[in-house]
């Protein structure tokens, strides 16, 4: 059957002329109906809070000068679907906060940012951890404050995810170049403390590594993939930890499935949700440096893994897609915002990409930056609030402004700034 709006004019005519009074104005009823329907605000409300989620609306209607009955939500819904720029915010306080620094973490947990521990200037490995409150509004405050308390050796390469109400840390490199395989809890004692402790996981851990993935899935356990191992070989293992319910013990259990991601180092896992989890770039075995995209399911009775295959060259910009020590942070609506990293030649970063792979699409888009230019950067970390719409970001690896083409004048850099997804 041909949609109405495929007919032609004179066609209609034709046909309405034939119709009684009654149903001519029935039909007209129901189009005016129909269109004040679907241009109320409601509705558009409703399908925002439906497909980006509650807290991305709470988070515009939060940063929105005008008044949530008169703010345009259609138009709120087009331009978060069709998303095609961030726009970024220079946060950094040069009185306070961590110093410069790569490949520590940074989650956004209890409406705070948490930062530990990363590799810095002169080859020491830092153990601090620092919370900051992040303020409502547009462009947010962040007031760092450092931790104190005995939490993991220093370290670098390690990974930290937020699983209900606490924090879990995992592995890294410490001080004297060793890679870990120790698991640690932490969790707020009051608004600005936090405390860590080792986490009683019995006989069996993932062998020690550095540069590994990890993220949080169901909101229940911890997934870790891959990294530098002990001999210096890239792995490409899965694990998953399952935490008791009163938090005290730890179990680790290895994923075997087939097929799986090829061993690598420096590339991410985000949890789009639920039991969905994506694995994108890294450095391979050979050095190379990747752009494939795999899917973890970890729905009821499954483990495994599915390879996500793009047409590159299909895509504009595509082929530079290849990437490691790159962030990958899940926004609004389940989609994955791609930020920085190097390539094969070394070379960083600074392009922001959104990556979709719902059911519904699969997409890459790359993504223009509007306000703050950040620099390139690699080997930084970036998370998200609750509400999936502000992302923050911090340190990482910059070119050295003297000498930009010469490796000498890469440094640790220590800017927090933060990416807002609508204009
Ligand atoms: C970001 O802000 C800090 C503090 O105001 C400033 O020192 C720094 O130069 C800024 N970064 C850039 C690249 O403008
Ligand atoms: C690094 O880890 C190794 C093995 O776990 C340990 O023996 C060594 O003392 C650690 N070094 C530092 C500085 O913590
Ligand atoms: C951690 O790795 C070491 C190998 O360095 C291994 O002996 C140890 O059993 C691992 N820890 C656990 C809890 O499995």
Redesign the pocket.
């Known amino acids: 059957m041909a949609s109405i709006t495929d007919i032609s004019h004179d066609h209609l005519f034709s046909i309405l002329v034939l119709l009684p009074l009654e149903s001519i104005l029935s039909f007209s009823m129901t189009c005016k109906k129909t269109i004040s329907l679907t241009r109320s605000h409601t509705l558009w409300k409703s399908l925002c809070a439906r497909d980006w989620g509650q807290s991305t609306v709470d988070a515009i209607i939060a940063s929105s000068s005008s008044s949530p009955l008169s703010l345009d939500w259609n138009g709120v819904y087009r331009r978060f679907r069709n998303l095609d720029r961030v726009s970024c915010f220079n946060l950094t306080d040069t009185e306070a906060g961590p110093s410069p620094r790569a490949s520590h973490s940074l989650n956004f947990f209890s409406g705070c940012l948490v930062l530990f521990g990363g590799g810095c200037e002169g080859g020491r490995h830092l153990d601090d951890t620092w919370i900051a409150h992040t303020g409502n509004g547009y462009k947010r405050i962040v007031n760092w404050q450092r931790v104190i308390s005995g939490g993991p050796?220093g370290r670098f390469g390690h990974s930290c995810v937020v699983i209900g109400n606490c924090l879990v840390l995992f592995g890294g490199i410490?001080?004297?170049g060793?890679r870990?395989n120790d698991t640690w809890i932490a969790q707020q004692d009051t608004a600005t403390t936090l405390s860590w402790r080792l986490l009683d996981v019995g006989t069996v851990a993932p062998p020690p590594r550095g540069a590994h993935a990890s993220c949080s899935i169901d909101n229940q356990r911890m997934l870790v993939h891959g990294g530098i191992g002990l001999s210096g070989t890239r792995l490409g293992d899965t694990w998953v930890l399952y935490l008791s319910e009163n938090l005290c013990f730890g179990t680790w259990h290895q994923s075997v499935s087939h097929p799986v991601p090829s061993p690598r180092s420096g590339h991410t896992l985000t949890c789009i949700g639920g039991s969905r989890t994506v694995l994108f770039g890294g450095r391979g075995m050979g050095y190379e440096v990747l752009n494939d995209v795999w899917y973890f399911d970890s729905s009821q009775g499954h483990l495994r893994w599915v390879q996500v295959l793009f047409e590159l060259t299909n895509i504009a910009g595509g082929p530079s897609l290849a990437r490691v020590g790159h962030s990958a942070t899940l926004t609004s609506g389940g989609r994955v915002l791609v930020y920085g990293g190097e390539d094969s030649y070394r070379h960083r970063k600074d392009d922001f990409w959104l990556l979709d792979v719902s059911q519904t699409r699969r997409m890459w888009r790359r993504l223009r930056c509007e306000g703050y230019q950040p620099r390139s950067r690699s080997f930084h970390q970036a998370c998200a609030d609750e509400s999936g719409r502000y992302l923050y970001v911090f340190g990482g690896m910059v070119d050295g402004i003297l000498q930009p083409a010469e490796p000498s004048g890469l440094r640790f850099d220590g800017e927090i700034f933060v990416v807002d997804l609508l204009l």
């Open positions: 050796s410490n001080d004297s060793i870990q």
